[in-house]
Nanobody, 127 residues
Framework: QVQLVESGGGLVQAGGFLRLSCAAS????????MTWFRQAPGKEREFVTT????????YYSDSVKGRFTISRDNTKNTVYLQMNSLKPEDTAVYYC????????????????????WGQGTQVTVAS
């Protein structure tokens, strides 16, 4: 079992940047595929990016590709989301999620594939 705590959200001007962190409990963090989702008001939770447990391969949604970077530090049990060139449409609550040894596949993009979630951190991008 793993517990997740996000941090780093806030208010930023369009074009700015933020770095989110997701700290995990437990000694088996390296065996979890980690994913960031986001949810804007009135919208469904959507996939943002994944980093796999096996070889730290990364995958991005088209809307953030080239602007966001996911990384992980298994020695610190933490996954990061560097968000650059932020746009107002990036405004949402950002959640990290974990799944035990999940390989990349279509289901990786689906929120229902994940057993563990953080509480979320608000990101607001002002125009």
């Amino acid at each position: 079992q793993v517990q997740l705590v996000e941090s780093g959200g806030g208010l930023v001007q369009a074009g700015g940047f933020l770095r989110l962190s997701c700290a995990a409990s437990g000694r088996t963090f390296s065996s979890y595929t980690m994913t960031w989702f986001r949810q804007a008001p009135g919208k469904e939770r959507e996939f943002v990016t994944t980093i796999t447990w096996s070889d730290s391969s990364t995958y991005y949604s088209d809307s953030v590709k080239g602007r966001f970077t996911i990384s992980r530090d298994n020695t610190k049990n933490t996954v990061y989301l560097q968000m650059n060139s932020l746009k107002p449409e990036d405004t949402a609550v950002y959640y990290c999620a974990a799944s035990w040894r999940m390989a990349w596949r279509t289901a990786t993009r689906l929120a229902r594939s994940y057993d563990y979630w953080g509480q979320g951190t608000q990101v607001t991008v002002a125009s």
